[in-house]
């Protein structure tokens, strides 16, 4: 695996791969790999010749307030799990090779970031996100690109980015990979202590209660989210959000009549957690 750091360096690689007529995917990261991550690794070495991942704790998605600092960063553990999955380029720039001096683009989605987490963390977020998904796009060029679903509102933003700017791109969802216990796999799980850790997985119980409430039958979203409401309750977990909305369009729903995303945002202990379950309308 080449560990390379320079758009030209990435650029050559892929350019001289595309030559052997070879496919690329993409699996852009932040970092602090887990079994989700990893799985991306697999999907995209499954599916492609060329298998690039990008490791860059982007600074422009995250909040005045957020976690940049604290963002658990050993690219030395990483590379290693990424070599072990067969990836071939590990691309992992300085803050300066992506915004230089004088940068000043930014790629906003209007509609679909206005809530759930766009709310919650404030407009810039997906911002941030839209903007650096959209350069990885244009420096490596893939075929495919994988995210996952456990951040499925910036799913469908980098879909919407993509159709929007006619992006040859396809984007791959894979499904959310959890803990034994059901918690969702994520960077942020270091910040749980033993306790918080516990109280987490009723995140998860409370998503997997209120899609049991909808396969019984159930319509009504008050109803279906009042199932979820109670177990966090139970937990002592007051949620920053726990909606149920369009899963393609985010709108808010009454009735679960097509898929809906039941979503869900807390701070459980020293971590900021999110969660999803797609409510099934067939279901
Ligand atoms: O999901 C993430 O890790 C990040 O939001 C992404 C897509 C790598 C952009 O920085």
């Known amino acids: 695996m080449n560990i390379l750091r320079t758009i030209p360096e990435v650029r050559a690689a892929v350019h001289a791969a595309r030559h052997e007529r070879k496919t690329v995917g ?6 602090a790999f ?13 599916q492609n010749d060329l298998v690039v991942v990008s490791l860059f704790v982007n600074p422009t998605q995250f909040g005045a307030n957020e976690d940049l600092g604290a963002y658990p ?25 992506i915004y230089p001096d004088g940068f000043a683009t930014n790629i906003h989605v209007a509609g679909l970031t206005d809530v759930l987490d766009g709310a ?13 998904v959209t350069k990885l796009f244009g420096i490596v060029r893939p075929d495919v690109a994988y995210f996952g679903q456990k951040d499925a509102q910036q799913v469908l933003v980098v879909r919407r980015v993509v159709r929007d700017l006619d992006l040859d791109v396809r984007i791959e969802a894979c499904p959310i990979v959890r803990e034994a ?34 396969e019984a039958g159930e319509r009504d979203a008050d109803s279906i989210l009042s199932a979820a409401q109670r177990v966090l309750a139970e937990a002592g977990i007051t949620p920053e959000y726990l909606e149920l909305r369009d899963a393609s369009t985010l709108e808010t729903v009454t009735r679960v009549e097509n898929d809906a995303l039941l979503a869900v945002a ?4 020293a971590a900021r957690l999110i969660d999803n379950h797609t409510l099934k309308a067939s279901a």
């Open 34 to 46: 887990h079994e989700g991550h990893l799985s991306l690794m697999r999907r995209a070495r499954e």
């Open 266 to 269: 807390a701070r459980v202990g």
């Open 181 to 214: 216990d059901g918690l969702a796999m994520s960077s942020r799980n270091v910040y749980l202590d033993a306790d918080a850790r516990a109280q987490a997985t009723a995140l998860n119980r409370a998503l997997d209660a209120a899609a049991s409430v909808c």
């Open 120 to 132: 919650a963390r404030g407009p810039r977020h997906f911002d941030g996100v839209a903007t650096v």
């Open 26 to 31: 993409l699996v852009p990261t932040m970092g």
């Open 73 to 97: 960063r050993d690219e030395a553990r990483d590379a290693a799990l990424a070599e072990a999955e067969g990836v071939d380029i590990l691309f992992a720039p300085a803050a300066s090779e």
